[in-house]
């Protein structure tokens, strides 16, 4: 396949705006942790609804498109098989999205919720009702509602690409706003876009496996601090760097299968050593909580709730989500060629849903029951940082050092596939689509990834990691909202969609005359 050369302007102005950010934070920490403070109280102010909204909205869409005559588009031709089996594409959809995520909040989200409820809901701090929520809003931060931001933006840019022929890229999605015709300033406008909000996504990721790696080897051997989260950035940028130059392709696949081995490893070896049946009574009532409780977590906004607490967890994770929506998104569109609608949203939502609801039962269930029987006591983990709280679990199981080991290996891995991957994806559309980007810009874009991880943990650790996914995520809101319609608008062109109708149709009136036949004894 032909490798596209870069897009000149398009890289020169994300690489320079990038380059400017690292700079600001080597150069003047202090500055830029003060405009983030400024510019997210701003947001939180006045704009924290918009992202309660547009996350509800993306839910809403996917299911009404799977459920309704869209369902049956094929994204692909027609005749377009799926070009993977179940099986394969089911694995492939657990290595793209959330691992670095689900290590650093797996215990560390519900056990802080157990002993700090969320605020306005007179909970009473380790108390039942305190559980359940915290397993309630876990799940709710978690399934569904980050799954169908990645299936609306999958959706259409596997649409866009497989049935409708379009090159690669990310703004190729958006032609129908503009009339089918290319508007070159537009297009690099909205790849623009996607690629700050790729990179952003990308560093808060990062950044949170660092801290993790760095409290994982303080447990093993004693040592830490804010130089030892830049020497882990920097040592595993390095590898990553390796596994670029010895095959990228290759590197992803690999560390993917072995991640999924290593988490299935440790997530076993929770569940065997601790609170087995209290894991399995908190399967199906966590699952039966959070679904009941589903509309009233998706309409709380700032107005009846404490807009802090919004900012560091729901808010946050909604930003968080719709900035891995490019890279994410695409990595699904490029495996689920062949399948319909209606099989598509099915798949993405339920199926990495049903993991993240095992992960947090078992991991996050096994840290609450512990709190709540008085067999260990993560209030210090809760008051050190949520880097501490997966390390604080395994400290009380048996086999404490050898989880610990794979722990720090499993984030360090997750680390380094996950910079490979999104460096991929950053290359593609810094290429104009190009599915095999040149390997010397993939390196590029990892290593300016990694570093501008490195400035926000200087600028602030979490909070900065924080502050910058939401604003960088704030313009990317409507860039959403606009690909949404523009789907929409092609979906309700799609000869595909009258002709399933139709076929309805027709079925029901031969049935019908079928049946006059019978009566009339022919």
């Given amino acids: 396949m032909r490798t596209r050369k870069p897009d000149v302007p398009l890289l020169s102005a994300a690489m320079g705006l990038l380059v400017a950010v690292v700079l600001w934070g080597a150069v003047f920490t202090e500055s830029l942790a003060a405009a983030g403070d400024a510019a997210l109280a701003w947001v939180l102010e006045n704009l924290g609804w918009l992202f309660v909204l547009a996350a509800d909205f993306f839910l809403v869409l996917a299911v009404v498109l799977a459920l309704g005559r869209f369902g049956r588009i094929r994204l692909g031709g027609d005749d377009d098989t799926p070009e993977f089996t179940n099986l394969a594409w089911t694995a492939m959809m657990f290595s793209s999205g959330m691992g670095i995520g ?10 802080t919720h157990l002993l700090r409820p969320p605020p306005d809901l007179d909970l009473v701090p380790g108390s039942l009702q305190a ?20 299936a609306v933006t999958g959706m259409a840019l596997a649409y866009s690409t497989f049935r409708k022929g379009r090159g690669n890229q990310f703004s190729a999605a958006f032609s129908p706003l503009f009339g089918g015709t290319p508007r070159p300033n537009a297009g690099r406008a909205l790849d623009l876009l996607a690629m700050l909000a790729t990179v952003f996504g990308t560093a808060t990721s990062l950044g949170l496996g660092a801290l993790q790696v760095e409290y994982g080897l303080n447990e093993l051997f004693g040592i830490g601090g804010r130089r030892l989260e830049v020497i882990v950035i920097i040592v595993l940028t390095a590898a990553f760097v390796v596994s ?43 699952l039966g909580g959070y679904l009941s409780d589903l509309i009233p977590m998706s309409s709380r906004t700032g107005a009846f709730m404490d807009k802090a607490w919004l900012g560091e967890w729901t808010i946050f994770y909604w930003a968080w989500w719709m900035s891995w929506a490019p890279f994410v998104g695409a990595f699904i569109a490029r495996i689920s060629r062949g399948r319909t609608i209606r099989e598509f949203v099915v798949g993405v939502l339920l199926i990495p849903s049903g993991a993240s609801l095992l992960w947090f039962a078992i991991s996050g269930g096994s840290a609450v029951w512990l709190q ?15 880097e501490a709280a997966m390390f604080t679990l395994l400290d009380n199981l048996p086999l404490d050092l050898f989880t610990t080991v794979i722990a720090v290996v499993l984030v360090a891995l997750y680390f380094v596939s ?10 593609s559309l810094s290429t104009e689509g190009s599915l095999r980007p040149p390997r010397p810009l993939v390196v590029m874009w990892g290593v300016l990834v990694g570093a501008v991880a490195m400035v926000l943990l200087l ?12 604003l960088v995520s704030l313009p990317f809101v409507i860039v959403m909202l606009l690909l949404c319609a523009a789907l929409v608008k092609e979906l309700r062109e799609d000869p595909g969609a009258g002709t399933a109708v139709r076929g309805q149709q027709i079925g029901l009136l031969l049935a019908l005359r079928r049946i006059a036949g019978r009566d009339d004894g022919k």
């Fill in 459 to 470: 600028a602030g650790g979490l909070k900065a990691l924080q502050q910058a996914t939401i």
């Fill in 131 to 150: 559980a359940r929520t915290a397993m309630e809003y876990s799940l709710f931060h978690w399934t569904l509602h980050p799954w169908a931001v990645y």
């Fill in 244 to 286: 670029a130059a010895t095959g990228v392709h290759g590197g992803v696949r690999w560390l993917s299968t072995v991640n999924v081995h290593l988490a299935a490893l440790l997530a076993v070896l929770i569940f065997v050593f601790g609170p087995t049946v209290a894991v399995l009574d908190l399967i199906p009532a966590s």
């Fill in 102 to 111: 689900l290590m650093f909040y797996g215990v560390a989200e519900p056990v």
């Fill in 418 to 427: 996950g910079a490979d991957a999104a460096s991929l994806v950053l290359g």
């Fill in 372 to 386: 709540q029987s008085g067999e260990a006591d993560f209030t210090r983990a809760v008051a050190e940082g949520s």
